[in-house]
């Protein structure tokens, strides 16, 4: 990604990682690894000035706060020979930063930091973002953060945008950092660079977020990395994903040019490629683009039958009254084809949530044997757990859960 960054910034910009206009930002750094990379190809006339003046990049955990910090530091060291505390890392939830009402942070040096990142005249984004969807841990705990100025920001332009019924997929967190990632460069031209889940390329919560990252950007590249394992069963997470994770992930190069004649490009790697072979192939960087044409519902990618769907009749047009029906979160629970197993099955599941100890994966093990990587979002159970009992309707006997 730190290579197409400064192919793209030489291609579209003339630039180097040495020009001046060159301020980059990592919103979401972990260990630092972007920023790393980016201060060994600096040349070395200039690094002592991006590095104090030009590199920027936030983490809002401490751990990996502390080990971006030595990481960067180190890195600087073994070019320089010098150690310097790297002034750009910020102790910030990134997302609020758009956000005037942010108080003090941390320390008052961090406050400091912060203040001088938030006036920067950022032009690169590059970064791996958080999502939800496969969160690799239900204690990332990340779901139902609310961040005002953006999610309103999602709001009013990639969901308002959508022709969508349900857009709940625009509350990933991967989502409103593309959100907030195209509000951040403002009206400078520059680039956003992300891997992330690549659940907006195709799906169709997504057609509002397509249109704008459109309007946005002039030039949007996309290598899709593909290991999507709810999408296609065979694939294995651990096996084919780059990050071992559930859902497809892809790399989004957006390039902000002002007057550039719009361009879409695309690549897809091949779907069973392992993990290995993804890599290799990122690494020696040679990729065939197809040139994309969305089309005027913000489909990037067409449906060989699209043509003849658009020309069916809707259900919406056929029936007055329509609703998601029954949404259980929880049908590989809830239903059954024998009553026998199903009641078992209930009662289990219901004792099991009782547990003081409870932990995701004994309930996994107990009420999904066969589904060993099920994810199950317990934790809107758990809450609700008083309330849960049994009853059989057909018997009507009931038995009351307890705490
Ligand atoms: C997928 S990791 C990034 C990995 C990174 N490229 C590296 O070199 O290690 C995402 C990181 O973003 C951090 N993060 C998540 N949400 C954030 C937010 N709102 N603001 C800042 N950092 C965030 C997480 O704590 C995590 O360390």
């Known amino acids: 990604m730190c290579n197409a960054v400064e192919k793209t910034l030489k291609d579209e910009f003339g630039y180097t990682l040495a020009s001046a206009q060159v301020v980059i930002l990592d ?13 060994q190809r600096i040349p070395g006339r200039a690094l002592e000035d991006a590095y104090r003046e030009r590199l920027f990049a936030n983490e809002v955990m401490l751990l990996p706060y502390y080990i971006a910090s030595l990481n960067i530091e180190h890195a600087y060291y073994e070019r320089m020979q010098q150690y310097e505390a790297f002034p750009g890392l910020c102790f910030v939830d990134t997302l609020d930063m758009s956000d005037p009402r942010q108080g003090n942070l941390f320390v008052p040096e961090n406050t400091k930091r912060v203040g001088r990142q938030k006036k920067a005249a950022i032009t690169v984004i590059i970064g791996n973002p ?20 953006v ?6 332009t990639y969901a308002k945008a959508s022709k969508a019924t349900n857009k709940n997929a625009l509350g990933d967190m991967y989502v409103k950092f593309f959100r907030w990632a195209s509000d951040r460069l403002g009206d400078r031209d520059g680039i956003v660079c992300l891997v992330s889940n690549n659940s907006f390329v195709d799906q169709i919560a997504f057609d509002g977020m397509r249109q704008h990252l459109s309007m946005d950007f002039q030039l949007i590249e996309h290598i899709d990395l593909h290991g999507n394992v709810r999408r296609n069963p065979k694939l294995s997470g651990t096996t084919h994903n780059v990050f071992g994770i559930q859902v497809g992930v892809g790399i989004t ?7 550039a004649t719009q361009r879409l490009r695309y690549h897809r790697v091949p779907e069973t490629w392992r993990k290995s072979e993804k890599l290799n192939f990122l690494t020696e960087g040679r990729i065939e683009w197809q040139s994309l044409v969305p089309d005027p519902g913000h489909a990037w990618i067409q449906l060989g039958n699209a043509a003849e769907y658009d020309g069916l009749l809707s259900v919406n047009d056929i029936f007055e009254l329509r609703s998601l029906g029954l ?5 590989a629970v809830v239903y059954d084809f024998g009553q026998e197993v199903l009641s078992s099955r209930i009662k289990l599941f219901i004792e099991t ?19 060993s990587n099920g994810a199950v979002a317990l934790k809107s159970a758990l809450i609700a757990a008083n309330m849960l ?6 018997s009507g006997k ?4 307890r705490m």
């Open 353 to 371: 949530i009782m547990l003081k100890s409870t932990r995701d994966a004994i309930i996994r093990t107990r009420c999904f044997p066969t589904q």
């Open 398 to 401: 009931r038995r009351i859960g």
């Open 151 to 156: 999610d309103e920001r999602v709001r009013d």
């Open 327 to 331: 949404t259980t979160a929880r049908d």
């Open 389 to 394: 009992s049994f009853v059989n309707l057909k």
């Open 130 to 149: 958080p999502y939800n969807v496969g969160q690799k841990s239900e204690n990332d705990n990340n779901q139902n953060r609310k961040y005002p100025v």
């Open 27 to 39: 919103p979401c750094t972990g260990t630092g690894n972007f920023i790393v990379n980016l201060i």
């Open 253 to 259: 190069l957006a390039v902000k040019k002002t007057g």
